[in-house]
């Protein structure tokens, strides 16, 4: 994959806890990447890395953070590989390794453990001893850069993205252009029911406007002629090649939304 940006976002966010609450902020983190990348159709495996040969802190902090991560590695239940001294100078992470349709492994998510920043800021809290105690803090990233994981995800759906996801869901295209009104009726609709749609009001044949559809890879396409301006009804094409006509637009409008409210990867109607 490459791709060119001016600029990228990161989703970098940090924690600040206890040495007590190590296992359990980790643990949470854990279940967050897997309820994300569940919901794109990842997988993914961890990997823990532990103290490199030059890095700051003491044998103590070491010690507690690698055992608060590979705790919580433990109560999460998933196999992890370990890589001996591959930890930040910092602190010991958990990278996460999603995997794509072609096997292909990416590096997006990871959790440190930081024990050099909440000193280098002078970072204290008022324990239940009432004394002023060092926090420790998490660097929790879920995607890395937003830009570089859509990229991934562009390759890994080969453009062809779930209806809940798609950029364009629903494409309306007119006969003639006699016809377009009726489409920009059903597209108002559709638009105000919040899926994202457009209407091809060239003038080229069905065909051609199906193709161009299919290479864009819209996932939904409807036709519609005299015959459905009467009737009220639509013809609908998926990119699977399953075809009906004579669909009414409210059944249609209802089956799309509850699929796109479960976020179904699969997109099969029985109409």
Same mark, same amino acid.
């Given at each position: 994959?490459? %791709?060119?940006?001016?600029?990228?976002?990161?989703?970098?966010?940090?924690?600040?806890?206890?040495?007590?609450?190590?296992? *359990?902020?980790?643990?949470?983190? +854990?279940?967050?990447?897997?309820?994300?990348?569940?919901?794109?159709?990842? *997988?993914?495996?961890?990997?823990?890395?532990?103290?490199?040969?030059?890095?700051?802190? =003491?044998?103590?902090?070491?010690? +507690?953070?690698? &055992?608060?991560?590979?705790?919580?590695?433990?109560?999460?239940?998933?196999?992890?590989?370990?890589?001996?001294?591959?930890?930040?100078?910092?602190?010991?992470?958990?990278?996460?390794?999603?995997?794509?349709?072609?096997?292909? =492994?990416?590096?997006? !998510? =990871?959790?440190?453990?930081?024990?050099?920043?909440?000193?280098?800021?002078?970072?204290?809290?008022?324990?239940?001893?009432?004394?002023?105690? @060092?926090?420790?803090?998490?660097?929790?990233?879920?995607?890395? $850069?937003?830009?570089?994981?859509?990229?991934?995800?562009?390759?890994?759906?080969?453009?062809?993205?779930?209806?809940?996801?798609?950029?364009?869901?629903? *494409?309306?295209?007119?006969?003639?252009?006699?016809?377009?009104?009726?489409?920009?009726?059903?597209?108002? @609709?559709?638009?105000?029911?919040?899926?994202?749609?457009?209407? &091809?009001? @060239? $003038?080229?044949?069905?065909?051609?406007?199906?193709?161009?559809?299919?290479?864009?890879?819209?996932?939904?396409?409807?036709?519609?002629?005299?015959?459905?301006?009467?009737?009220? =009804?639509? %013809?609908?094409?998926?990119?699977? *090649?399953?075809?009906?006509?004579?669909? $009414?637009?409210?059944?249609?409008?209802?089956?799309?939304?509850?699929?796109?409210? !479960? @976020? &179904?990867?699969?997109?099969?109607?029985?109409?």
């Amino acid at each position: 994959m490459c %791709s060119t940006v001016r600029a990228f976002h990161q989703d970098d966010a940090h924690i600040f806890m206890t040495p007590e609450q190590i296992q *359990g902020e980790i643990l949470g983190v +854990l279940q967050l990447v897997d309820r994300i990348y569940s919901t794109f159709g990842l *997988g993914f495996h961890l990997e823990l890395s532990t103290r490199p040969e030059k890095s700051i802190g =003491t044998d103590e902090q070491w010690v +507690l953070a690698t &055992d608060g991560l590979t705790a919580a590695l433990e109560a999460y239940g998933a196999d992890y590989k370990i890589n001996e001294g591959d930890g930040a100078f910092y602190g010991p992470k958990i990278d996460v390794h999603i995997k794509d349709a072609l096997s292909r =492994t990416w590096q997006c !998510g =990871t959790v440190q453990l930081d024990m050099n920043l909440p000193e280098r800021f002078d970072l204290t809290y008022i324990g239940a001893d009432n004394e002023r105690h @060092r926090p420790i803090m998490i660097h929790r990233v879920i995607y890395g $850069s937003i830009e570089r994981f859509f990229g991934i995800l562009v390759e890994h759906f080969a453009g062809k993205f779930p209806l809940w996801l798609a950029p364009v869901q629903v *494409g309306v295209l007119p006969l003639n252009d006699d016809l377009i009104p009726f489409a920009r009726e059903m597209a108002a @609709r559709f638009e105000q029911a919040g899926l994202r749609t457009e209407v &091809d009001h @060239r $003038s080229e044949s069905l065909n051609r406007k199906v193709r161009d559809a299919q290479l864009n890879k819209i996932p939904l396409i409807l036709t519609c002629g005299a015959k459905e301006q009467e009737t009220g =009804t639509v %013809s609908v094409r998926t990119l699977d *090649g399953q075809v009906k006509h004579g669909v $009414s637009v409210a059944e249609f409008e209802q089956r799309v939304l509850e699929n796109i409210a !479960g @976020r &179904d990867r699969v997109l099969e109607f029985e109409w």
